[in-house]
């Protein structure tokens, strides 16, 4: 069973920066594709930023410039860097990984943004 761990979510002053990783139990880790979505409060799931096995990045339009997907083979996680933070980026950010068909989720890791 594929396991996904979020972390790195807190409490960050509007235009700070925050990087969350998400740790995944998965053997084949490097060929998988995976990737973030957000949900802020009393709003329904939004994607937020994929990355390809190969290193290909996705991101939708409204984080261009400010979200950096990443991954680490050898330590089987997956970065999402968050810039210049605003309001509208408090949300619980969930991390997926896609496998056989099947997409697999992690539990959430929450940013909230002061400002």
């Known amino acids: 069973q594929v396991q996904l761990v979020e972390s790195g979510g807190g409490l960050v002053q509007a235009g700070g920066s925050v990087r969350l990783a998400c740790v995944v139990s998965e053997r084949a880790f490097s060929i998988r594709d995976m990737g973030w979505y957000r949900q802020a409060p009393g709003k329904g799931r939004e994607f937020v930023a994929a990355?390809?096995?190969?290193?290909?990045?996705l991101y939708e339009d409204s984080v261009k410039g400010r979200f950096t997907i990443s991954r680490d083979n050898a330590k089987n996680t997956m970065y999402l860097q968050i810039d210049n933070l605003q309001a509208e980026d408090t949300a619980t950010y969930y991390c997926?990984?896609?496998?056989?068909?099947?997409?697999?989720w992690g539990k959430g890791t929450l940013v909230t943004v002061l400002s």
């Open positions: 990355i390809r096995s190969g290193g290909d990045t």
């Open positions: 997926f990984l896609e496998r056989g068909g099947r997409d697999f």
